[in-house]
């Protein structure tokens, strides 16, 4: 049978013996066995509660009190059913309670009742006690831990594999700490079960020895009772060890060393403590009659241990340990980590820490972290940690977004406001400013004003709630430049678990992974998410079997994901669109040009300059009203159409009339023309003669 199988089945098969023992009588030389086994297994336990670095590399002992106890009452029945039957019960019991005691009734008595008052009064009720704490305290300390834990991972200190890690020990330690409280009642019950099993040997045996077998009274008393005391200190010793090695397991703080190692180098860390009772010591000397010469030994001995300590020692002990532990300081690895750019940060001025400390309610870590899962459900994409840090050099009540170690964005959060976002805010007194993500009017006004702010119409947005906004903004608008090449192996990896054959036939055969991540780079910069990445790695496969042109293989990944790509813009079925003038979408297919940063567009500065005005004038007054207008263009032209229009106009996509399924009706809220001004004002057709290339990368 395979060790695993033993293993398995160990624990099982000695708790099914042990319910045995309490029903079957078991013969002398096997109960000999098994009070070996007792005591050698208690032993064995305590030596490993000595040795473990931390509590919870002992997770199983609250188990393992629960079945030694029950082991050690089925051999004290064993043994009772034995002494009152036969008047016998093994030799292990018989030494005990003949050679250990010296034969005598009444020392058997006084050590047997110092076992008990010392377990039970001493060690058991500390235990008890400290194990109760213990796991009042861990339970009390468990919030602030999960906490301390979120904050690091939203921070970037730590990975999400190591939070899930630190997660699990917090939860496993108070599962503990709660069973050790528990499993330490276990022990006082068996201190209990031990006085009243002793006291009905004593009774019982006398009662049967006296009236069963017609023994003098003294014979019965001197025969059952050095047995009842014999198979009491039989089972108190293992007993005292088990309870032993509990105190030691509840009072075990986490260490990178065993017990004995650290109370030794605690205790030797210093020369004073030694040499005080080592001259302490040889003072008792002074005391008549008192014997000289253990006190002289054992003085001296601290007196000589001290001088081999090293007072520098202890002082850079710590610190010795941690630099052999860790890199030297000039050491490329140590560097490189160093300078280190962090993707995505958040800086905040020091007036705006209350927004990251929880204990005055700042929950902005944890909306952070949402904001994470919110972003991977919308984009398909894990952004990395957020790292979150004060900057002292910003102005008061500002925090700043940084990408790549480069600021992108700032904003303002004036502690004790809240912004109000609304057309009539001229009676409400703050500190008038714009929303950060659409430019909307609006003032940070005060946080008590809230209520009145929202019965006069406005919109009520808290400080935490507009730095996450922000950032999110942020994050939508450079989603591309956070997938790194690391990232597009993860998402492959993903679909790979349940479609293999898709990403067998992509690559490397077809696509290279950077030739993947620039299509999916592309996606997000033209804000379609990616989250279908089966759908998209598919329709790669077939057309990068007959071209690699970006392009190409961008609009066969959108003409995959259709209808998709507009039903973030319908509106009630109704899709609203803004189209080109037919003469100027000619004008553009005829200038259309390929290149090696995809297709271009030959068209006449002017026209492009007035195609861009008319184009975020149309988006402006569709934002108005609510609506999230789409240009639409003939298939050929949507890619360097697209190049075009993005730097001028952000947050406007750029559809071909075929990718438009998702609506059920389509409503158009202009047409742009190309006419350009003329010298006087008048529009006038556009000149050839002035024509360039206008494309962006």
Not at 322 to 341: F, G, M, Q
């Amino acid at each position: 049978m395979p060790v695993k199988s033993l293993q398995k089945l160990a624990i099982p098969v000695g708790i099914v013996m042990i319910i045995v023992m309490l029903v079957v009588p078991l013969p002398a030389v096997v109960l000999d066995l098994l009070i070996a086994l007792n005591i050698t297994g208690a032993l064995m336990v305590l030596m490993v509660a000595m040795f473990i670095h931390g509590p919870l590399e002992f997770a199983g002992f609250p188990a393992v009190i629960l079945v030694m106890t029950l082991f050690r009452l089925a051999l004290n029945i064993s043994a009772t059913r034995l002494v009152l039957l036969d008047g016998y019960a093994g030799k292990v019991i018989d030494t005990f309670g003949h050679f250990v005691v010296g034969g005598s009734l009444v020392v058997g008595l006084i050590v047997f009742v110092i076992l008990l008052v010392i377990q039970f009064v001493v060690i058991t009720n500390g235990a008890g006690r400290v194990a109760e704490v213990g796991a009042r305290f861990t339970l009390d300390a468990m919030p602030g831990k999960q906490m301390a834990i979120d904050a690091d991972l939203n921070s970037g200190l730590i990975s999400e594999d190591e939070a899930r890690r630190r997660r699990a020990e917090v939860h496993a330690e108070a599962d503990f700490y709660g069973a050790m409280d528990g499993a330490s009642k276990f022990v006082k019950g068996d201190a209990i079960a031990a006085i009243v099993i002793t006291l009905v040997n004593l009774i019982g045996g006398f009662a049967i020895g006296v009236a069963q077998y017609g023994m003098p009274w003294d014979e019965a008393i001197s025969t059952y009772s050095l047995l009842s005391i014999g198979d009491g200190l039989v089972s108190q010793i293992p007993a005292l060890l088990l309870s032993v090695a509990t105190g030691l397991i509840v009072t075990r703080s986490v260490s990178d060393a065993d017990m004995g190692s650290d109370i030794v180098r605690q205790i030797t860390a210093r020369q004073m403590p030694l040499r005080v009772a080592g001259f302490g010591a040889l003072a008792l000397c002074l005391i008549p009659g008192l014997p000289k010469t253990p006190f002289i030994i054992v003085g001296g001995a601290m007196l000589i241990a001290s001088t081999r300590i090293d007072e520098s020692e202890p002082a850079t002990a710590a610190a010795a340990s941690e630099e052999a532990a860790t890199e030297p300081p000039d050491s490329p690895e140590r560097l490189a980590a160093e300078i280190r750019v962090d993707p995505l940060g958040l800086e905040l001025s020091a007036d705006l820490i209350d927004l990251v400390d929880a204990r005055t309610g700042g929950d902005l870590l944890d909306r952070v972290k949402a904001l994470r899962r919110k972003i991977a459900g919308e984009l398909g994409i894990v952004i990395p940690p957020v790292r979150t840090r004060d900057n002292l050099e910003l102005p008061p009540h500002t925090y700043a977004i940084t990408l790549f170690g480069a600021e992108i964005a700032r904003g303002e959060a004036p502690r004790g406001t809240v912004l109000a976002i609304g057309d009539f805010l001229a009676a409400l007194p703050g500190t008038p400013t714009r929303e950060p993500v659409f430019g909307l009017e609006a003032k940070w006004i005060p946080a008590e004003l809230r209520h009145q702010a929202e019965i006069g119409g406005a919109t009520v947005v808290d400080r935490a709630s507009v730095v996450t906004t922000h950032l999110a903004e942020v994050v939508h608008r450079h989603a591309s430049s956070l997938l790194g090449r690391e990232d597009v192996r993860l998402l492959t990896d993903v679909v790979k678990r349940s479609h293999p054959v898709v990403i067998e036939e992509l690559t490397p055969t077809q696509l290279s992974l950077g030739e993947v991540q620039r299509v999916l780079r592309s996606l997000l910069d033209e804000g379609v998410p990616i989250r279908d990445l089966v759908r998209i790695f598919e329709a790669l496969s077939v057309r990068a079997a007959t071209s690699k042109d970006l392009d190409g293989l961008v609009d066969a990944a959108r003409a995959a994901l259709d209808p998709a790509l507009a039903a973030p813009y319908v509106v009630d079925g109704v899709l609203h669109v803004i189209s080109l003038d037919p003469v100027l979408e000619q004008q553009m297919l005829e200038g259309l040009r390929p290149s090696d940063l995809g297709a271009q567009l030959l068209i006449d500065p002017d026209v492009a300059q007035q195609l861009m005005v008319s184009l975020a004038q149309h988006q402006a007054a569709a934002e108005e009203q609510n609506l999230r207008p789409v240009l639409v263009c003939a298939p050929q032209i949507r890619s360097a159409l697209r190049r075009l229009v993005a730097p001028a106009v952000e947050r406007l996509p750029v559809f071909a009339y075929t990718e438009l399924g998702a609506a059920q009706q389509v409503r158009s809220l202009g047409v742009v023309s190309g006419a350009a001004p003329g010298p006087t004002g008048t529009s006038g057709p556009a000149g050839p003669a002035s024509a360039i290339a206008l494309a962006g990368s």
